[in-house]
């Protein structure tokens, strides 16, 4: 599926199975109904744009190329499995679920990443946490343990004033050689629900950039690195 034109494109009703490759080469293509995607590829150009907002099932071998913020996770529940490679992808809304390895580089600016499973940034990744919204890292079923893991091997930076929100027993997990760069003057919370969040470190924990305080507020840190 090839989008060449200067209008929008939306697709909406029914349900989008992907396993070959989509591009926006101009204008928006918007997703906003059920998007399932079997080892398919989503690229945008610099003038081309993809959301997803109707809810979406990423699976093994899914990938994303676009400039940063062309292709962009707006609402509805996402499902991630197996591993995806990612570059200029955006997580700007909705919630995050499944358990997958990423490759590449991501933004999340807004959104809850709940449920009991883990997405792990393989060494050589990046993930930015930016803008001004809070990020929730939560479990969501009223168990109040076990929450989401977000563990990086690669490089996790922090930038802007939107808080990390940790409930349930959910947190950061940085493995030896990744790094955790504090690029804000922000805060870790424990947004109060269950147990308290976690970030633990066998890698690096990097204040940088800025001149105010990172805090950690209700957070049990355990360094190992």
Sequence with gaps: LIIDQKANCAVSGGSFINSGSVEAQSGTLAFSSGVTSNSGSFTATANGTIT???????????????PAGKIRITAGATT??????????????????????????????????????????SP??????????????IRGDGNGSG??????????TWTDAGRIVGN??????????????????????????????????AGTVRKIGSTGTTAFDGVAFTNNG
């Design 80 to 121: 991630l499995s197996g591993n995806l490679t990612t570059s200029g992808l955006e997580f700007a809304g909705g919630d995050l679920y499944g358990s997958a390895t990423i490759g590449g580089n991501m933004n999340w600016t807004a959104g809850t990443w709940r449920a009991a499973n883990i997405v792990t940034f």
């Design 52 to 66: 997803f907002a109707g809810g979406q099932n990423f699976n093994d071998g899914t990938s994303f190329s676009s």
């Design 124 to 137: 050589g990744s990046s993930l930015t946490l930016s803008g001004a919204a809070d990020k929730s890292l």
């Design 168 to 201: 349930e027993g959910a947190g950061i997990d940085v493995l030896a050689g990744g790094e955790f760069e504090l690029r804000n003057d922000s805060s870790f919370v424990y947004g109060g629900g269950g147990n308290i969040p976690f970030l633990t470190n």
């Design 147 to 156: 929450g989401r893991i977000l563990r990086t091997g690669g490089t996790l």
